[in-house]
Each structure stands twice: as structure tokens, then as C-alpha cells.
């Protein structure tokens, strides 16, 4: 029998680069309420989240990802940290850490909160803590019931499926953050070739108008003091986002059977990539609507020719 990693202790650190953060809206989370919570719904008076069975829950995951699956092996879903991954690069130790959270609050799927940097100098070490918060909210949507109207079997697929949705954040989060070559795994090599493909010069023009879209969105947004750079910098990394929105999306539609679409998923992220790129700062607000819906037109122009290209 295998032996349950324990849980990574927190002491000998010290804290930098805090990236992980509850984004604005997220405060109907109880911190102090179980892992595996109760809740009040529809039909439901109290529903235990503890019938979720972790085993089958990895065993969905491992059926399309084996390094997803290896992610999560030792790691109970009891949002204490398991340490999931270390690597040695020079004379640097680099961990990962992960915890799992699974808790109704609201109406927000999943969450991953981004690494926190934990660094030991005298150790040589470098961890980073993620915790990934998952809640099924959906289990008494209409085309789950009458899919599964079997509640535990229910659980079990819709946690299965946010939490493999989150977990391709994560992943790719990992593949650009450990050294070069540690973080390769079959999720982030996908992920690198889809961010490839809008170069293509089939593609290019789409590309260009989302990357202009983004840059008069980050220039309404712009802080007095960023310089061009810096403000370029913002646009490919808000680029990133939408592309990794895409690619998380699909994959999760494609392997639970629920199809993404384009129109809906640009939609949904222009308004996003507006927010991260500063929101109305130097606009009016009708100004910025108008060029957050031009942005999600030529989103949807480029996730389409996208998947063009990927089936051709």
C-alpha cells in the first residue's frame, strides 16, 4: 500500500513574490468552514461534498493526462500542502507545493491561486505554493442530472472536470516558471504549440488586430509612470492569458464532452483582458466597451482560425 504524502510544513522560509490572491468579488469563501464542505441548495437541504471519492476523481484525470494525474497522486483534497514536484538545477532545489480546496462559494467554478515564492537561502531552496479551490456548484444543472442522476457519480465528474481545468493553469504555470526543460509535461507542450500557431502567416493579420485591440486597451488602463516596455510586456502577457483561456478551455470541453465555443470564450475573456489591462483609467467607459467588444471580435477571428489550422 502506498503511503499519503505528508503535509509540507511551512516553517524555515521567508515569503516573497506573493502572486497568488483572491481576485475582486471572491468573498463569499468561509476560510474557517471543512474541505469538503455541507451546503444548502435546490431539492438539497444539506448535502455532504464528502461522498466524493478522490480515487475516482484521479482516475477520470488519469484516463487523459498521465502527468496530471501524477500531479495529483499523493495529494488529498483537504487544502493542506503536498509537495508534488522538486527539481535540482545548479546548486538550487526548486519544489512545488499544492493543496486542493473543495468548498461551495458562489457562483465562481474554480480558482487557482498563483504561486507564492518561498525561498531558503541557507537551504538552497526555492518552493512554490499553489492551492487550487474547486466548487461544484453546477451539480443540479439540467444536462448533469440527466446525465448522471446519481449524486455521488455526479460529484465526482463535475470536481473532476474543474479540477482538471484548473490543473492546466497550473501546469503551464509550472512550465514557465521551474527551470527550462523541468516543467515539460504533455499539457504545457500542447499549450506551447497552440501559442505558435496564430505566427503562422495564415494567421498573422488576426494576430496583429488582438495584439492592437490590447494595446489601446493597456494604454486606457497605463499608470502615468510605465514606460513602452513595460507596457508591451502587459500586452503579451494579457496575449498569454487569452491563449491559455483557449487551450484550457478546449481541452477540458474535449475531454468531458462539453464543447467550448469561440464566440462565448471571447466574449467572456475581452472583458477580462480590459480589467487586466487597467480598465478605464484615461477613457470614458463607453470608449472602453466599444474597444473591449472590437477586442473580442477579433478574438473570435483568431480562436477560429486557430482550430482551423490545428485540425488542418
Known amino acids: ?50 461522498i466524493c471519492r478522490e480515487s475516482q476523481v484521479k482516475s477520470l484525470i488519469r484516463a487523459h493526462s498521465k502527468d496530471m494525474y501524477r500531479l495529483l497522486e499523493k495529494v488529498r483534497f483537504d487544502g493542506k500542502y503536498y509537495r508534488v514536484k522538486c527539481v535540482n538545477s545548479g546548486d538550487w532545489e526548486y519544489c512545488w507545493d499544492l493543496a486542493v480546496r473543495i468548498q461551495f462559494f458562489g457562483k465562481m467554478q474554480g480558482i487557482v491561486l498563483y504561486p507564492k515564492r518561498l525561498v531558503s537561502q ?63 509535461t504533455d499539457i504545457y507542450l500542447e499549450f506551447k504549440q497552440m501559442l505558435e500557431i496564430p505566427h503562422s502567416k495564415k494567421l498573422i493579420s488576426e494576430l496583429h488586430e488582438v495584439q492592437f485591440r490590447l494595446w489601446n486597451l493597456v494604454l486606457f488602463g497605463a499608470e502615468g509612470s510605465e514606460n513602452e516596455q513595460t507596457l508591451l510586456e502587459r500586452v503579451q502577457e494579457i496575449y498569454e492569458f487569452l491563449i491559455n483561456e483557449k487551450y484550457s478551455n478546449q481541452k477540458t470541453g474535449k475531454v468531458f464532452h462539453s464543447p467550448s465555443n469561440n464566440e462565448k470564450l471571447a466574449r467572456r475573456y475581452a472583458w477580462i483582458a480590459g480589467v487586466k489591462a487597467g480598465g478605464d483609467v484615461h477613457v470614458s467607459k463607453n470608449i472602453w466597451k466599444v474597444e473591449v467588444r472590437r477586442l473580442s471580435i477579433a478574438l473570435r477571428r483568431l480562436y477560429n482560425g486557430i482550430d482551423r489550422l490545428r485540425v488542418s
Open 1 to 50: 500500500m502506498k503511503r499519503k504524502a505528508p503535509p509540507v510544513e511551512t516553517g524555515g522560509f521567508n515569503r516573497q513574490d506573493c502572486s497568488g490572491f483572491l481576485p475582486e468579488g471572491f468573498h463569499d469563501l468561509n476560510p474557517s468552514a471543512p474541505y469538503f464542505s455541507s451546503a444548502s441548495a435546490p431539492n438539497f437541504p444539506y448535502l455532504d461534498l464528502g
Open 122 to 184: 541557507n537551504e538552497k531552496k526555492i518552493v512554490y505554493r499553489s492551492v487550487i479551490l474547486v466548487n461544484p456548484y453546477q451539480l443540479w444543472d439540467e444536462s448533469l442530472v440527466t446525465r448522471f442522476w446519481n449524486l455521488q457519480e455526479r460529484v465526482e465528474f463535475l470536481i473532476a472536470r474543474i479540477l482538471f481545468h484548473e490543473c492546466i493553469h497550473l501546469m503551464i504555470s509550472l512550465g514557465n516558471t521551474l527551470p527550462a526543460g523541468f516543467g515539460n
